[in-house]
């Protein structure tokens, strides 16, 4: 279980990482005219494997329900962001437009999620593991 939860604290960071990183490229592109669209979008989809060690972590490290919400919110939100709305530029330009306000959403639940994997991984050391079960609760 401790080792779940730490490698869900690192796979969240590095989502988080790699998010600010996906900034910093798209600004390379749009704003410094350096970089070729490609480099974006493949560090992009590449994100999607942090998630999904996420998502297997927060189950085998019985994180607590909310987290496992909000991870699973974090998912549609990134697939919505890179596989929907970044496609329908022709079809649906104010929509796709929305693709990087959501990355503002990625980048604040993914710091939010780190965050908490964090304190749970600090307070695991200090409290005995009986009183870090997680709650139980419908949809977990």
Do not use: C
Request: a positive charge; zero cysteines.
């Amino acid at each position: 279980m401790k080792v779940s939860r730490t490698l869900y604290r690192l796979f969240a960071w590095l989502f988080v990482v790699g998010v600010a990183t996906q900034v910093f490229f798209a600004g390379m592109t749009v704003v410094a005219r350096q970089w070729p669209w490609n480099n974006h979008a493949n560090l992009g989809h590449s994100l999607a494997l942090p998630l999904l060690v996420m998502l297997v972590t927060m189950y085998l490290g019985k994180l607590p329900g909310r987290m496992k919400r909000l991870t699973w919110l974090l998912f549609a939100i990134y697939l919505l962001q890179a596989d929907v709305l970044i496609f329908l530029r022709a079809s649906a330009p104010l929509l796709s437009a929305l693709h990087p306000v959501l990355a503002l959403a990625d980048f604040a639940l993914g710091l939010s999620l780190a965050r908490q994997a964090s304190a749970i991984d600090r307070i695991g050391e200090v409290l005995p593991p009986q009183l870090l079960q997680p709650e139980s609760s419908p949809g977990d």
